[in-house]
T-cell receptor, first 112, second 115 residues
């Protein structure tokens, strides 16, 4: 079936530290991959996406590369800020359909 | 544009009561969906619609009904609330055409407690 597995949190980092949140997936067809971010008390917002193998999505200093050989889409940022504190969700859609599958979310806490 | 709006923001129900969670979007999106968010489980798809008059079940549809009479509105009905339906509910919409390449736009959520 289709599913997403991401690392459990919470992840606690100091400001300016390097961030990696791991995400792996299984898909019965051809997946598109997404990272969404949820700030406290708000709905989810798209952070970045990649629609084919070896594509790199990037936004606001965050990056993730679609690795077909390892079925992964890890989220990275070189220097986190306190304002990056949020819950991050990895998600996929399969075969160009609008049906999305979400991971369980990883909470990031950044301390000043 | 208001984007995706949801009402109410908070609701407390007693077991067995019914209610409707409202969702509306003003972006002329054809695709709309309902998710529930539970601790440690991420978002799970309840029902979705690919256009007015067309709905289908998602991953966890039991206990919920939907209808889509207009492009703008996609209400979620709980016919007989149960404590297991205590959750945060999100509505989302996205344009059609490019299918799964499209960004989903989420509403602010409804926090539902069933006693």
């Amino acid at each position: 079936g289709n599913s997403v597995t991401q690392m459990e949190g919470p992840v606690t980092l100091s400001e300016e530290a390097f961030l990696t949140i791991n995400c792996t997936y299984t898909a019965t067809g051809y997946p598109s991959l997404f990272w969404y971010v949820q700030y406290p008390g708000e709905g989810l917002q798209l952070l970045l996406k990649a629609t084919k193998a070896d594509d790199k999505g990037s936004n606001k200093g965050f990056e993730a590369t679609y690795r077909k050989e390892t079925t992964s889409f890890h989220l990275e940022k070189g220097s986190v800020q306190v304002s990056d504190s949020a819950v991050y969700f990895c998600a996929l859609s399969v075969n160009n359909f609008n049906k999305f599958y979400f991971g369980s979310g990883t909470k990031l806490n950044v301390k000043p | 544009n208001a984007g995706v709006t949801q009402t109410p923001k908070f609701q407390v129900l007693k077991t067995g009561q019914s209610m409707t969670l409202q969702c509306a979007q003003d972006m002329n999106h054809e695709y709309m969906s309902w998710y529930r968010q539970d601790p440690g489980m991420g978002l799970r798809l309840i029902h979705y619609s690919v256009g007015a008059g067309i709905t289908d079940q998602g991953e966890v549809p039991n206990g919920y009904n939907v209808s889509r009479s207009t492009t703008e509105d996609f209400p979620l009905r709980l016919l007989s609330a149960a404590p297991s339906q205590t959750s945060v509910y999100f509505c989302a919409s996205s344009p059609s055409g490019s299918g799964g390449y499209n960004e989903q736009f989420f509403g602010p959520g409804t926090r539902l407690t069933v006693l």
